[in-house]
C-alpha cells in the first residue's frame, strides 16, 4: 500500500469523527469499494491503529489521532525559522533519519516527520517502536562546518532542548539519562540518535533524530516492560502533535546554534540540574568493562563523571549506565524505547 496516498489520510480523519462510520458510509465519503476499505482498515490495525467496531460494520478510532501537518506545525514559527528551515511531513516512511538524507531542499535546515516508521531505529543497534499515532518520529539535519565547536555534547544538549520544549507543556519531573535519554519519574519518555554524513574533517551533515512517546499501545507498553511511559499516561490527555513538533524545533533551534558557537560547556550547569542519576549509586559500563561509584554529573565537554569508592573522579566520553538496583532490567533490551 503506498501510505503517501491522500485517501489513507482522509479514510483516519473520518475514523478521527465524534460519529462512527459504517463501511458502506467510508467507501461512499472517498469514493472507493466495501473492500478496499476493510483491506485498509486491516492495514491501519497492523500498522498500530487502535480500530474500534462500534458496532455491525461501524468503526471508529479508539482514541482519535493526529496527523503531522506542515501547515499547523509551521504556523507557530517565528518568521526567522520559517526562512531558515525546509520541513516535510510525511504519513509513513521506513525512518525519518533516511528519509531526511534524500531531502534536497535550498534551505540550510531540513526537518523530517513521519506518522509512523516502518523500520524505526534507536541506538546500538536497537529498534524504536513506531507505530501510527504512538509518537513522534523527527529528524532534524544540517550542515556543520569543521571549525564549529566540537561534537562533544550535542546529544546531550539535545535531550536539554527537549526537556525545554516538555516544560513549556507543562510536565514536570523530567530528568536526562546521560547521553540520550528524556526520562519522566526514571521512565524512557524519548531518546535521541544522532548520525553523521560526509567527512568530519571537512564540513559535514548531521542527522539529529528525535523518538518522543506520545500514547504507546498496552501492547507496545507492556513490552517495553513498563519502563518506558509517553506523554498520554503522564497529562491524560493527548498533547496537540503539531504544536510539539513546532516547540522542538524551536529549542533545538535554539539550542544547537548556542552549542555551534560555544560548546556544551554553555549547557553544563543546566544539564546537571536534570541528571537523572546525580548522587546515585550506578555501574558504568565501557565495552566489557564495568565501573561502579556515584554519578556526580558531566564535565564541561559533556563526559559523565563517576566518584569510585576510592575517591577517584573517572570521566567517561562513552558508555552506559545501569542504576544498580536494576541489574536484571539490565538483560535484555530488544528495544531502545526503554
Ligand atoms: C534511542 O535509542 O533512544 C534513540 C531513538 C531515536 C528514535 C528516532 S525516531 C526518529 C528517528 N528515526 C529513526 O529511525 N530513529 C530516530
Keep these: 500500500m503506498d501510505f503517501s496516498n491522500t485517501l489513507i489520510r482522509q479514510l483516519i480523519q473520518l475514523l478521527n469523527q465524534k460519529t462512527p462510520y459504517t463501511d458502506t458510509a467510508l467507501a461512499h465519503q472517498l469514493g472507493i469499494t466495501q473492500s478496499v476499505i476493510l483491506q485498509y482498515l486491516h492495514i491501519l490495525q497492523n500498522v498500530g491503529l487502535d480500530i474500534h467496531l462500534v458496532s455491525d460494520h461501524t468503526y471508529q478510532l479508539k482514541q482519535p489521532i493526529r496527523l503531522c501537518d506542515t501547515q499547523l506545525i509551521t504556523k507557530y514559527w517565528p518568521d526567522y525559522l520559517k526562512n531558515k528551515v525546509a520541513l516535510k511531513a510525511h504519513f509513513s516512511v521506513s525512518s525519518t533519519n533516511d528519509e531526511i538524507k534524500k531531502m534536497n531542499m535550498m534551505k540550510p535546515i531540513k526537518v523530517c516527520v513521519s506518522d509512523h516508521q516502518t523500520a524505526g531505529r534507536g541506538c546500538q543497534g536497537r529498534s524504536w517502536i513506531s507505530s501510527l499515532g504512538s509518537g513522534i518520529y523527527y529528524s532534524y539535519a544540517y550542515q556543520r562546518k569543521n571549525n564549529s565547536a566540537t561534537l562533544a555534547g550535542l546529544s546531550l544538549t539535545v535531550g536539554l532542548a527537549l526537556i525545554k520544549t516538555l516544560l513549556q507543556f507543562n510536565i514536570s519531573d523530567l530528568s536526562l539519562k546521560w547521553p540520550n535519554d528524556v526520562l519522566w519519574q526514571s521512565k524512557k519518555i524519548a531518546g535521541v540518535l544522532i548520525e553523521l554524513?560526509?567527512?568530519?574533517?571537512?564540513?559535514?551533515?548531521?542527522?539529529?533524530?528525535?523518538?518522543?512517546?506520545?500514547?504507546?499501545?498496552?501492547?507496545?507498553?507492556?513490552?517495553?516492560?513498563?519502563?518506558?511511559?509517553?506523554?498520554?499516561?503522564?497529562?491524560?490527555?493527548?498533547?496537540?502533535?503539531?504544536?510539539?513538533?513546532?516547540?522542538?524545533?524551536?529549542?533545538?533551534y535554539d539550542h544547537l546554534s548556542k552549542f555551534d558557537r560555544m560548546g556544551f560547556s554553555y549547557f553544563t550547569d543546566d544539564w546537571n540540574q536534570y541528571d537523572?542519576?546525580?548522587?546515585?549509586?550506578?555501574?558504568?559500563?565501557?565495552?566489557?568493562?564495568?565501573?561502579?561509584?556515584?554519578?556526580?554529573?558531566?564535565?564541561?565537554?559533556?563526559?559523565f563523571l563517576l566518584s569510585t569508592d576510592h575517591q577517584n573522579r573517572v570521566s567517561f566520553p562513552s558508555g552506559e549506565i545501569q542504576v544498580k538496583s536494576s541489574a536484571e532490567r539490565w538483560c535484555s533490551r530488544p528495544e531502545s524505547n526503554r
Design 197 to 252: 554524513t560526509g567527512d568530519i574533517k571537512q564540513d559535514y551533515h548531521l542527522v539529529i533524530g528525535i523518538g518522543l512517546n506520545l500514547c504507546l499501545s498496552p501492547k507496545s507498553h507492556q513490552a517495553l516492560n513498563s519502563l518506558a511511559s509517553d506523554l498520554y499516561r503522564i497529562t491524560g490527555k493527548m498533547i496537540d502533535k503539531n504544536k510539539l513538533i513546532s516547540e522542538i524545533t524551536i529549542q533545538l
Design 276 to 303: 537523572a542519576y546525580r548522587d546515585q549509586l550506578v555501574v558504568f559500563h565501557v565495552g566489557s568493562k564495568k565501573y561502579q561509584g556515584i554519578g556526580i554529573g558531566v564535565n564541561n565537554t559533556g563526559h
